[in-house]
């Protein structure tokens, strides 16, 4: 296969993750843009966290609500969890990796608010400790994941909703988690905007 072929099947590969997705997701991500405004609009926050490609997404989804998306509008309350790096680096120092997210939400999270939680294994456990975390503080999880969904999948209850990728290779699952972001940024804004 040269290089052009290779190229080009990652495009189609994409689109028929992307395809397959769509036919899932649609309704529940739906779901879960609403459940972010109604959070937004009774004063609540949104605190997003991933490792790697999924803490650029945590990070790439709070910029887009505190600046914005598409749309003129006044910022919404998110923060990724990812960006504190004294806080990071001081919570794997002195406690353990697995905490690192899971110690942010017990002293920034209230009840109500949201956690974004993605990972695309479904497996990390500082994600997972993190919904924990989330739970004590009965905050809703909106968890993005791939694969077979993992052990987050278990971790599910009450409001919260899994938004899983059925793509076995992360690269694939990377792209459907950013599309997935930017439609709830999207539904976000046509709700507080449009009234829909």
């Given at each position: 296969m040269d290089l052009i072929d290779r190229v080009n099947q990652h495009f189609l590969d994409s689109i028929a993750a992307k395809e397959e997705a769509r036919e899932l997701l649609t309704a529940p991500a739906a779901v879960a843009a609403e459940r972010m405004v109604a959070a937004l609009m009774a004063d609540r926050k949104i605190l997003a966290c991933g490792n790697g490609g999924s803490a650029a997404d945590a990070q790439h989804f709070a910029a887009e609500m505190v600046g914005r998306f598409e749309?003129?509008?006044?910022?919404?309350?998110?923060?990724?969890?990812?960006?504190?790096?004294s806080a990071i680096t001081a919570i794997a120092n002195d406690y353990d990796y697995d905490l690192v997210f899971s110690k942010q939400v017990r002293a920034l999270g209230q009840p109500g608010d949201v956690l974004?939680?993605?990972?695309?294994?479904?497996?990390?456990?500082?994600?997972?400790?993190?919904?924990?975390?989330?739970?004590?503080?009965?905050?809703?999880?909106?968890?993005?994941?791939?694969k077979d969904g993992g052990k987050i999948t278990e971790l599910m209850k009450g409001d919260d909703i899994q938004l899983n990728v059925p793509a076995k290779r992360t690269a694939r699952i990377q792209e459907v988690h950013i599309l997935l972001i930017h439609s709830i940024c999207d539904a976000i804004d046509c709700i507080l905007l449009d009234g829909e």
């Amino acid at each position: 296969m040269d290089l052009i072929d290779r190229v080009n099947q990652h495009f189609l590969d994409s689109i028929a993750a992307k395809e397959e997705a769509r036919e899932l997701l649609t309704a529940p991500a739906a779901v879960a843009a609403e459940r972010m405004v109604a959070a937004l609009m009774a004063d609540r926050k949104i605190l997003a966290c991933g490792n790697g490609g999924s803490a650029a997404d945590a990070q790439h989804f709070a910029a887009e609500m505190v600046g914005r998306f598409e749309k003129e509008r006044p910022g919404l309350a998110a923060f990724s969890l990812t960006t504190d790096t004294s806080a990071i680096t001081a919570i794997a120092n002195d406690y353990d990796y697995d905490l690192v997210f899971s110690k942010q939400v017990r002293a920034l999270g209230q009840p109500g608010d949201v956690l974004l939680a993605i990972s695309t294994s479904g497996n990390s456990v500082n994600v997972i400790e993190a919904i924990h975390a989330a739970h004590e503080r009965q905050m809703t999880v909106i968890a993005l994941t791939g694969k077979d969904g993992g052990k987050i999948t278990e971790l599910m209850k009450g409001d919260d909703i899994q938004l899983n990728v059925p793509a076995k290779r992360t690269a694939r699952i990377q792209e459907v988690h950013i599309l997935l972001i930017h439609s709830i940024c999207d539904a976000i804004d046509c709700i507080l905007l449009d009234g829909e």
